[in-house]
């Protein structure tokens, strides 16, 4: 996911603000994709579960590193507005300085998605699509990524601490 052009995009997070991903440089990141309405517990509220139990374990810390975000985009640009995804958030107690949720242009978030190896399609109200959850090092670089659901808590607080490391040593 080194696609320059990519960092530029502009998205609109949950709070009606104009972000790019260019706009965390710096940070650890973890990046996953999923829409709201999703009705598989096992699928996207599961990737969501797992940043909030991440950001969780990462907060109660007392060594944790400080640089670190989570994004989750959605592609379900129709009906996931600004207001719809903060919803969402809060219904993860999630913190907006450490946890965004982007929409945007249908063809940016699907360029995006399929940059990272995602695959998704519309199918009535719902959607068929894969797993990605990326973690990305400050200077933009692809560091790991888990291609699968399920539990990924432990293992993106591991990969998170791993990748920050790397990042605070190379500024």
């Known amino acids: 996911m080194e696609a320059r052009a990519l960092l530029d995009y502009k998205f609109t997070n949950e709070l009606g603000q104009a972000v790019s991903l260019n706009d965390f440089h710096g940070q650890a990141l973890a990046m996953t994709f999923f829409y709201t309405r999703c009705p598989l517990p096992d699928y996207c509220p599961r990737l969501s579960k797992n940043f909030q139990e991440a950001s969780q374990k990462l907060e109660a810390m007392t060594n944790a590193p400080a640089n670190w975000h989570f994004i989750s985009v959605s592609f379900d640009t129709d009906f996931d507005s600004p207001e719809m995804l903060k919803a969402y958030g809060e219904s993860y107690a999630y913190d907006p300085a450490r946890w965004s949720f982007l929409t945007g242009?249908?063809?940016?978030?699907?360029?995006?998605?399929?940059?990272?190896?995602?695959?998704?399609?519309?199918?009535?109200?719902?959607?068929?699509?894969?797993?990605?959850?990326?973690?990305?090092?400050?200077?933009?670089?692809?560091?790991?990524?888990?291609?699968?659901?399920?539990?990924?808590?432990?293992q993106i607080v591991a990969q998170i601490i791993k990748t920050a490391a790397v990042t605070n040593q190379n500024k």
């Open 105 to 154: 242009p249908p063809d940016k978030i699907a360029e995006l998605a399929r940059s990272c190896g995602m695959n998704f399609e519309r199918d009535g109200n719902t959607f068929n699509h894969s797993f990605r959850t990326l973690i990305v090092d400050a200077a933009g670089r692809l560091q790991m990524v888990f291609p699968t659901g399920g539990d990924l808590s432990d």
